[in-house]
């Protein structure tokens, strides 16, 4: 069974600093995918990456994806209140696993 | 991408009963997934909804506590049955592989 383990469990930090989160997987991912949820409300999907080595940006959001295709890092430049929320990665294939998260709190 | 509305919202139930849990799509999809989020924890997925045939779950959940009916392309149901105080969770529905989830029903059991 695959496990994805994600770190730090918790980051709380000041508005306008950078961060990085990380997720390992016990196996190659078929297609990694990294999610945001806020209280209150279903997970909202940020990216999907396939390709070892990868590198995708979204606004202030930089996803990396590792060469051996097992780990990747979610890089967030001058965080930001609305940036707060659960970040998971999962892995998606016939169906998804999810790592257990995230949790961003950006101080204002 | 497809849109869900899923109902209700939240509910605080009796151990013992049951809720069920609706999920609306705007358009046509041929699998629904079901997820349980329990208190500070990742989504882990319970069964998967195909129209017209039986859900398929995962190890560790039945058909028993979590039927599910899949009337058409947009419309699926997820029971808790027999609650408890563990089954106070966040339930979740998803289409299109992970692209929409719905907002998620919090149901606490007391």
């Known amino acids: 069974t695959q496990l994805l383990e994600q770190s730090p469990q918790f980051l709380s930090i000041q508005e306008g600093e950078n961060l990085t989160v990380y997720c390992n997987s016990s196996?190659?991912?078929?297609?990694l995918q990294w999610y945001r949820q806020e209280p209150g409300e279903g997970p909202v999907l940020l990216v999907t990456v396939v390709t070892g080595g990868e590198v995708k940006k979204l606004k202030r959001l930089t996803f990396q994806f590792g060469d051996a295709r097992k780990d990747s890092s979610l890089h967030i430049t001058a965080a930001q209140p609305g940036d707060t929320g659960l970040y998971l990665c999962a892995d998606r294939d016939d169906k998804i696993i999810f790592g257990k998260g995230t949790r961003l709190h950006i101080l204002p | 991408s497809a849109v869900i509305s899923q109902k209700p919202s939240r509910d605080i139930c009796q151990r013992g009963t049951s809720l069920t849990i609706q999920c609306q799509v705007d358009s046509q999809v041929t699998m629904m997934f079901w997820y349980r989020q329990q208190p500070g924890q990742s989504l882990t997925l319970i069964a998967t909804a195909n129209q017209g045939s039986e859900a398929t779950y995962e190890s560790g959940f039945v058909i028993d506590k979590f039927p599910i009916s899949r009337p058409n392309l947009t419309f699926s149901t997820l029971t808790v049955s027999n609650l408890s105080p563990e089954d106070s969770s966040i339930y979740l529905c998803?289409?299109?592989?992970?692209?929409?989830f719905g907002s998620g029903t919090r149901l606490t059991v007391v």
């Open positions: 196996s190659v991912f078929s297609s």
């Open positions: 998803s289409v299109g592989g992970g692209y929409t």
